[in-house]
């Protein structure tokens, strides 16, 4: 039976808040870039925040960021270290960019790391983005290619979906990511890999709303 993605991550949030990042160096490059091509003025806009570490590091370089999930409890988490931290210019909403609640072009950049080979319905979400993105605006992604993966994680996937232990995984190439994303209302402007690992499988995008 298929994972109900929602209450898998609602499950696991408090055990994924003390989980260590994987490649540390890789993660701050990824944020250092980032940074680099936000202004002070922007208000940016986050699907798939987990728990907000990402969302809480960006925040100085924005003037207002909105991180949504689709888990009630990554969200709680993520308004818990906020509150700690006393991050003001971050909303932690539970949405989706294809459900979201705010106006067309409310944002001028948009972030999606680390989350696009779990959602089930990506041209929906990829739509959604471009919806609440302003004209020339940037999403900015980074996910990892699981088709470019050893294989025997390829075939891990579906053993531990099929006893509730994953959510839903996209099995696709960077390429294949590319090819999405211009489906959908953008043009690629810079394509990069950002960890310190010899071989990368996550692909740092930048895409303009077109």
Known sequence: MPVDNARFWNRIARKYAKDPIADMEGYERTLAHTRRLLKSTDIA???GCGTGTS???LAPSVVRLVASDISPE???IAREKAAAEACAN???AVATPDAAPWPDASFDAA???NVL????DRRAVLRGVHRLLKPGGLFISKTPALAEMNVFIRLLVPLMQAVGQAPYVAI??????EREITENGFEIVESGKHGSANRDVRTFFV???T
């Not at 080979?117 to 089930?120: C, G, I, M, R, T």
């Not at 696709?172 to 990511?177: A, F, G, R, T, W």
């Open 90 to 92: 971050v909303e932690f």
């Open 117 to 120: 080979h779990l959602v089930p």
């Open 172 to 177: 696709l190439s960077s390429k294949d990511y």
């Open 55 to 57: 969302a809480l590091k």
């Open 111 to 113: 972030f999606g790391f």
């Open 207 to 209: 895409a303009r709303k």
């Open 74 to 76: 990554m969200i709680a």
């Open 45 to 47: 806009f986050e699907f």
